[in-house]
């Protein structure tokens, strides 16, 4: 487990996986990638213990001392993700074939 270098406040905690009780969170700021950590699990909320799960949280000294799941944000992320994928998997339509 790592400590989470970030200065006091309040940031965005994007859940990468959890395996083996242990939860690997990327942190935003703004929209940006501040940070990441490997975390007990148990740090987390129950329904924020997922891959893609959006909680908002609140850093002191080096470790979260609240987090609250985002279900909305959680769901419009996911969507969002699926619709990029589903347009790149489309097959160009034969007027847009090269010969």
Excluded at 71 to 88: N, P
């Amino acid at each position: 487990m790592t400590a989470i270098d970030l200065a006091d406040g309040e940031y965005t905690a994007v859940v990468d996986s959890i395996e083996d009780g242990l939860a690997t969170v990327f942190f935003e700021s703004d929209g940006d990638e501040v940070g990441n950590a490997v975390l007990d699990a148990d740090r987390l909320p129950d329904e924020g213990r997922h891959a893609d799960a959006i909680l908002d949280v609140r850093i002191e000294a080096g470790s979260i001392s609240t987090a609250t799941y985002d279900a909305e944000r959680t769901s419009t992320r996911s969507e969002a993700a699926q619709d990029r994928f589903d347009r790149l998997s489309e097959r160009p339509s034969k007027g847009g074939d090269r010969e």
